[in-house]
């Protein structure tokens, strides 16, 4: 009696929970965008029980392939009873253009339901495959590897944003991935995001649900106006994907495959500032900022020293522009200005501040004045540009030497002309001169020397420009020298750190970069795959010897961005060791 005491309960309860659900009847399309040669799929679904009549919509511009297909399904999760039922269509386009697919109805009771329209945009036929099961064709139907950028048309100086995303829909799982090629960003000041945790989220691709995560995200800031170039990243992913055949029990077979994928080419175009209404002393800040001048002491003593702090905070292109610069009378020395960075960069932008500290030091007694000093930047969101202006400053020195000047400078005292001794004298008619004694330039002393100096002269040179050939071999060597030991200090450093991943490559990517500059003189700054390239084939080096090289530095800067066993580690470790003891023989 009891069981079905509960049993009606539960019906009862489950019948009012249903009843109390608002109705609805909701349209949804398997893709937005299509070719005129490709099929969809529309599914109307309701969510309460009692519906009668379902009346599909006409389904103009299209032509129908199958359906209705009817399924339902009912749950009861914490409490909460849920009902869906659907009738589901396959339908293809019979013309191009934007298309609208009508509203279905539903009776309930008196009252009918109708679904919501739905567009779908219909372009130029489309290279199908002949096995719609092609595993290839489905990854690509799939996943999508895309960038999205913040603004395609910042200031110049302003911050924009690019995130790389790789989009997976439900029907696909991915379980590795590997980047090939990272983007170059030329024309830019960028900074990479570190991204703490690969989270799956939801979000829409061209219309559709799918399943993302970012990948790679920098902040960019253009430096130029034009039409500046994102390149596209490239990346390897290993994809299950249904073949669309079941097992015995019904389960979905999948099969494993690898398929490259690349990100769109983006093209940003920077706008320049404008020149209307742009202060003078402009220098190129850009953002919301705030300015500040302060004096830790105004009252002081000859020689006693006071600083001057002159500091910029807030958001934007802060370690992009140089502060203003204090002007002191002449009366107190200043001294080159220290800096102060205080700047963090992550997701929502740059910001911070950055402090100039001058020491002043008052050289006499007095009072002197400080001028004001003003900050100027341009503020892209209110598209202006605003000017923060300081007050002066008076330094009051009440100790010291004073300084002694003179009010009466132009005026000149007459005083009587006195004679003393052979001040003045009667002019002279008459000379007392004599002829100098003029003898013969030749084999004279002076003319020995002068044709023996260009003698000296060259000898001279000659030994300055041996010592300063040997000095500089000298400083050479001690540089080679000095370059192999960090080259070893740093593969030391590398093998330590096998296991932490960001550590173990920076420290991999250190070493290269100094055994670079030991063996062929090539500078950090300097390096590149064409470089490189041009110096090893001029030493001889085998073409091989040289690609693998040039691999192992491409893989120590991809490899930050990608899944990394310790295992791979160490073969990473061997490799690169191997590699730069072939290097060593062949040089």
Known sequence: MNLKLCILLFTNLLSLNLVSQEVSLTAK???????????????????????????????????????????????????????????????EPTKKGELIIGAASIDFGANTIKSNPVKVIVLDAVELPKDPNDPNYIAQQNIHLVAEVSKHRPYVGEGIYVEYRLYVSQGVSVFDTNVISVPQYNGFWNQSIKIKDYNVKKGKYNGEDYRYIVLQKALLIPTKTGSLTIDPMKM??????????????????????????????????????????????????????????????????????????????????????????IVVPVEIEKYQPERKEKVKINSRGIYGSITNIYTVVPLFKGKYKIPSVSFSYFNPKKKKYKTISTKDFYVDVLDGKKLITNSNNNIVNKRDVKLTGDSFRYIQTKTTFKPIDNKGFFKTTLFYLLLILPIIVSLASIFIIKK?????????????????????????????????????????????????????GVETADISKEKITSILEDKKVSKDLINQFLEILKNCEMARYSPITHTKMEVEFKTVKQALIQLDKQL
């Open 29 to 91: 399309v398997s893709k937005n965008k299509l070719g005129i040669n490709q099929r969809l799929k529309v599914e109307f679904s309701v969510n309460k029980q009692g519906g009668d009549n379902f009346s599909p919509p006409s389904f103009r511009g299209f032509k129908m392939i199958s359906g209705p297909s009817q399924s339902i399904s009912q749950s009861w999760i914490n409490g909460r009873a849920s009902f869906s039922q659907s009738y589901s269509y396959v339908i």
């Open 236 to 325: 390897d992913v290993a994809i299950g994907v249904p073949t669309g055949r079941a097992d015995f029990f019904g389960n979905i077979i999948t099969r494993n495959i690898r398929k490259e994928f690349s990100s769109a080419k983006k093209t940003i175009r920077p706008k320049s500032l404008p020149s209307k209404g742009k202060p003078k002393n402009f220098n190129g800040a850009v953002g919301n900022f705030d300015f500040g001048v302060t004096l830790s002491k105004d009252k002081l003593k000859t020689n006693e020293s006071s600083q001057i702090n002159v500091k910029v905070s807030g958001k934007g292109n802060i370690n992009l522009f140089e502060l203003p610069e």
């Open 468 to 520: 300063y050939e040997s000095y500089s071999l000298t400083i050479a060597g001690n540089k080679s020298r000095k370059a192999e030991r960090l080259s070893k200090k740093y593969l030391s450093e590398a093998k330590n750190k096998i296991g932490d991943k960001e550590s173990f490559y920076e420290s991999l990517e250190i070493a290269l970069h100094n055994y670079l500059k030991a063996k062929l």
